[in-house]
């Protein structure tokens, strides 16, 4: 008995709020139990990135994710380059951390052991394209039958309602819906993208935060009550655009592509320096611009009545550009950022990877680990962010094999036996 009154015995015993057990290998001399949400149990359905990476982020602080694959074809993102011996280097960073087994749900066998597993778990996060649940005899209400304190999270392009929810969604289309390309890139160019799949990600940072807000209202005020998590790809990049939506109220503004400048924020660009490096200048407030001045050595540019307050200066965004483009032509990237800095302006050089990698910042902040791989011996990925103090997150592997967890979640958890999950292998249940 744990000093919250549950005890802990065989498979049947495990259920969630339960400490957590050791269900695999990895990170050897790191304990099952760490970080801030120990012990909180995680069925991640999820395939390729937007509902993984929710549950990579739950993992990542400690909470015990089991994820689930298709038996024969596994997840997509195992195919995603890039590739090194035949394998995913992008699902060794979503993957980690996470125990690995094999279900088929489109099989009525496969649908019975998901609902066996489920009244173990916390939190379910699924991905599929809205109904497919439902279709499968897996909706939130008939779950929750089992498990009245389960939480799903449902990650989908629209959202789980309204004309446009069953339409398939990736972070690309999601992205152009939400606006957010309209206004970026150069006037005379298309619309721009981000050059990763951001819509995932950020998708899956309000999707980890909403399942903590459920969980709170579940364990810590007290409900006992799971709910529905409905996060959407377009509603993620919707968000976070502010001031957008009250300018075009109040204002009727729609914004504009204007490259790198901002009709908010002069200067505001990337220039680039004598030996072909780039730097990153943002001045928002007329100090700061004072300061910039006095690192151009022109420190009679803050007194000027064309650059004497921020809209002045947004007038004359082509003139300050032309002095800054000279200015850092003249300048290395190591001379440019020693005068920024010794003037305090907020300033940054373009990094590409391998300066990261060699950066004594990112070094000391733990932003790149080493982590235990058993295909490669070892490989280096993000670390754990944001920073906790006292109860700090940990990265104990990376991706691994499917499938891999199969004898302690199928015998350890569920109590089957040899020869059952045998026969779940010969009819490709598992």
Do not use: C
């Amino acid at each position: 008995m744990d000093d919250r009154g549950v005890t802990s015995g065989g498979p049947d015993s495990w259920e969630p709020g339960d400490a957590a057990p050791d269900l695999g290998a990895g990170g050897e001399g790191i304990p099952a139990a760490f970080g801030p949400i120990a012990g909180l149990r995680v069925l991640d359905l999820g395939t390729m990135i937007a509902g993984p990476i929710t549950a990579a982020f739950l993992g990542d602080f400690g909470a015990e994710v089991v994820k689930v694959e298709h038996p024969e074809l596994g997840d997509d993102l195992r195919n995603w380059p890039p590739m090194k011996a035949g394998r995913s280097l992008w699902w060794k960073v979503t993957a980690r951390n996470k125990k690995l087994i094999t279900l088929n749900l489109s099989t009525d066998r496969g649908r019975d052991l998901l609902r066996r597993l489920v009244p173990r778990f916390d939190v379910l996060i699924e991905n599929f394209r809205p109904g497919t649940m439902e279709r499968w005899g897996l909706a939130y209400d008939e779950l929750a039958q089992t498990n009245p304190r389960l939480i799903m999270v449902r990650v989908s392009g629209y959202g789980q309602t309204g004309p446009y929810a069953r339409r398939p969604g990736y972070a690309t289309v999601a992205e152009a819906m939400s606006g957010v390309p309209s206004f970026t890139g150069f006037p005379d160019k298309p619309p721009t993208f981000s050059a990763f799949p951001m819509g995932d990600a950020l998708t899956g940072l309000f999707a980890a935060y909403a399942t903590m807000l459920a969980v709170y209202e579940r364990d810590v005020r007290g409900s006992g009550r799971g709910q529905v998590v409905d996060a959407s790809l377009y509603e993620s990049f919707f968000r976070i655009v502010e001031a957008q939506v009250i300018g075009f109220d109040q204002l009727g503004i729609v914004k504009q592509r204007r490259g790198n400048r901002m009709d908010e924020d002069s200067p505001r660009n990337a220039y680039r320096t004598a030996d072909g490096e780039h730097v990153a200048i943002s001045v928002g407030s007329q100090r700061i611009f004072g300061r910039l001045a006095r690192a151009l050595g022109r420190p009679e540019l803050a007194e000027d009545p064309r650059f004497g307050s921020l809209s002045r200066r947004v007038e004359n965004g082509d003139l300050l550009d032309a002095m800054l483009a000279e200015w850092f032509q003249g300048l290395t990237l190591d001379e440019a950022m020693r005068r920024l800095e010794e003037a305090d302006v907020v300033a940054g050089p373009v990094n590409d990877i391998r300066r990261i990698f060699a950066d004594p910042h990112y070094a000391a902040r733990e932003d790149i680990v080493e982590v235990p791989d058993p295909d490669f011996g070892s490989v280096r990925m993000q670390g754990v962010v944001p920073k906790l103090s006292r109860t700090p997150g940990r990265v104990r592997h990376a991706g691994l094999a499917r499938g891999a967890h199969n004898e302690e979640i199928y015998r350890g958890v569920l109590g089957l036996g040899a020869d059952e999950l045998e026969e779940l292998r010969r009819q490709r249940v598992i």
